[in-house]
């Protein structure tokens, strides 16, 4: 499965946090506030920062008591300022990147992501709730993406979590003339929990759910 939204509770602080974020850190297409200390490596438990606990404590409190992980290997706020090309969001266990952003993932933990898919776990807080879309293929060395198929997903008004297949399933995003914000969090799931609230939006999100 490639999308599914998340059967959990609606976030109510949204525009504390839309008034807060501060997207100082520019990543390709997105501008974008790490909440937590990022290691190089995705691998190890990381702290949130003390700024992000101070801004955004029902953000944190939110996602400690929905999300399913056992601790977060990385947690940011993006905000996609144009069109986002599809990508997929994996990371190399050896790469060194071109810039200071490029992370790497320790084998474990990229079995650990393989073994829980659709394992990456988003919020949004503010933008269009049909503009992400999962495509069959993809293919880097092409520069134009005319034509390329694109099955868009839908984000029901009724849930602001959805989750991702992280590794292999090509994404991207129109341009959002709203000040879209999204959320952002990888690390160790526990499974049984995670498993279950899979089958739980399974139930209630069926219609929506991209295999
Ligand atoms: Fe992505």
């Known amino acids: 499965m490639r999308f599914i939204p998340l059967d959990l509770p609606k976030f109510n602080e949204k525009q504390k946090v839309l008034d807060s974020f501060n997207g100082d850190t520019r990543f390709w297409a997105w501008k974008e506030e790490e909440l ?15 700024s992000a606990i101070k801004k955004y404590p029902e953000l944190i409190s939110y996602i400690t008591e929905h999300w399913p992980f056992e601790y977060y290997v990385y947690v940011k706020l993006i905000r996609a300022t144009e069109a986002v090309d599809p990508h997929v969001d994996g990371n190399y266990i050896n790469y060194t990147g071109p810039t200071d952003k490029w992370n790497t993932i320790s084998e474990k933990y990229l079995q650990h992501q ?38 868009y997903v839908e984000i029901p008004k009724e849930t602001d979590c959805f989750l991702l297949k992280t590794n292999e399933s090509p994404h991207g995003v129109d341009s959002d003339d709203s000040e879209r914000l999204l959320l952002f969090a990888i690390g160790y799931l526990n499974k049984e929990k995670h498993e279950q609230l899979i089958k739980k939006s399974r139930e209630k999100y069926e219609d929506y759910m991209v295999l």
Do not use: A, H
């Open 36 to 50: 937590v200390f990022r290691e190089r490596e995705f691998d190890k438990e990381v702290e949130f920062k003390p």
């Open 114 to 151: 393989l073994d829980t898919e659709p394992c990456g776990y988003r919020m949004i807080l503010k933008g269009n709730r049909k503009s992400i879309y999962m495509c069959e293929e993809y293919d880097y060395s092409k520069k134009d993406w005319t034509g390329l198929q694109k099955e």
